[in-house]
Nanobody, 123 residues
Framework: QVQLVESGGGLVQAGGSLRLSCAAS????????MGWFRQAPGKEREFVGAINWSTAYTYYADSVKGRFTVSRDNAKTTVYLQMNRLKPEDTAVYYC????????????????WGQGTQVTVSS
């Protein structure tokens, strides 16, 4: 099992930036990919972006492509989500997840999830 802890959420004005972090511990060697998802009130969980631990290959949802960047540190213990040009519709709880099946947009392919961090973008 992989333990994941997100941080970095908060309140920001539209057009601003935030960087989320996801610290991973435990059986991280069993995971090949880390994903970021978000869930707004009354909506289903939505894929944001993902990264392959080894190759650093990244994959993004169309809604965030060009604005958000997923990266990882060289020690492969922390994954980041840099969010630029934020919009009110980006408001949600953001979750990181670890999976063994490579970067994917499908939540069911991820085995371990963090507790989430709130991001609120004001207009």
């Amino acid at each position: 099992q992989v333990q994941l802890v997100e941080s970095g959420g908060g309140l920001v004005q539209a057009g601003g930036s935030l960087r989320l972090s996801c610290a991973a511990s435990g059986r991280t060697f069993s995971s090949s990919a880390m994903g970021w998802f978000r869930q707004a009130p009354g909506k289903e969980r939505e894929f944001v972006g993902a990264i392959n631990w080894s190759t650093a290959y990244t994959y993004y949802a169309d809604s965030v492509k060009g604005r958000f960047t997923v990266s990882r540190d060289n020690a492969k213990t922390t994954v980041y989500l840099q969010m630029n040009r934020l919009k009110p519709e980006d408001t949600a709880v953001y979750y990181c997840a670890a999976g063994a099946n490579g970067p994917s947009s499908y939540p069911f392919l991820y085995d371990d999830w963090g507790q989430g961090t709130q991001v609120t973008v004001s207009s």
